[in-house]
């Protein structure tokens, strides 16, 4: 099965500097990647997502990056604020499994 | 995007007993999931709820543990049995509308289990 990990852990930068998030993926099947942010207390929110069809995708802040040489994918935050600290997760699924399989988590703070 | 709602919201339970988690989803989707989220950890796919017949299970889920119903493409139910406290986590619904690869999930209910 898929198996999906997660750099680094834990992820401290100050505001307004830029986060990096990545991860990399075992089943060169895999073709769907999305990021998702969780805040203390809540569901995860979907954020931005990228199709393996696509190298990149961005949205404002938020930009993904996807090698799928490599099988590595990146989330990329710039010009972070302190609302942007919360966990991050990243997550792969394959087009014959609906499934997502999930990251271990990056919890990002972002100082003041 | 779905709106998802998940009843209780929080709960904590005596060992031995069971608790039922409802989602509802606020409109018809082909495809709904149950995740656990342990303490501190990633998700883990439990089971996905198919309408109309049985729930399929993941390595390490038995339904008898977690039996899931789902009577329509708006609802779902997981029941977490005979309860212990290495059960004591986060449940979350999550819900994939037809003809889209996006997954959302629902706020989740926090479990303790004493």
């Known amino acids: 099965g898929e198996n999906v990990e997660q750099h680094p852990s834990t992820l401290s930068v100050q505001e307004g500097d830029s986060a990096v998030i990545k991860c990399t993926y075992s089943?060169?099947?895999?073709?769907?990647f999305p990021w998702y942010k969780q805040e203390l207390g809540k569901g995860p929110q979907l954020i931005i997502d990228i199709r393996s069809n696509v190298g990149e995708k961005k949205d404002q802040r938020i930009a993904v990056t996807l090698n799928k040489t490599a099988k590595h994918f990146s989330l990329h935050i710039t010009e972070t604020q302190p609302e942007d600290s919360a966990v991050y997760f990243c997550?792969?699924?394959?087009?014959?499994?609906?499934?997502?399989?999930f990251g271990s988590g990056t919890q990002l703070t972002v100082l003041p | 995007s779905a709106v998802i709602s998940q009843k209780p919201s929080r709960d904590i339970c005596q060992r031995g007993t069971s608790l039922t988690i409802q989602c509802q989803v606020d409109s018809q989707v082909t495809m709904m999931f149950w995740y656990r989220q342990q303490p501190g950890q990633s998700l883990t796919l439990i089971a996905t709820a198919n309408q109309g017949s049985e729930a399929t299970y993941e390595s390490g889920f038995v339904i008898d543990k977690f039996p899931i119903s789902r009577p329509n493409l708006t609802f779902s139910t997981l029941t977490v049995s005979n309860m212990s406290p290495e059960d004591s986590s986060i449940y979350l619904c999550?819900?994939?509308?037809?003809?889209?690869?996006?997954?959302?999930f629902g706020p989740g209910t926090r479990l303790t289990v004493l």
């Open positions: 999550s819900v994939q509308p037809q003809g889209s690869r996006e997954q959302f």
């Open positions: 997550a792969a699924s394959s087009g014959s499994a609906r499934q997502l399989t």
């Open positions: 089943d060169s099947a895999s073709n769907y």
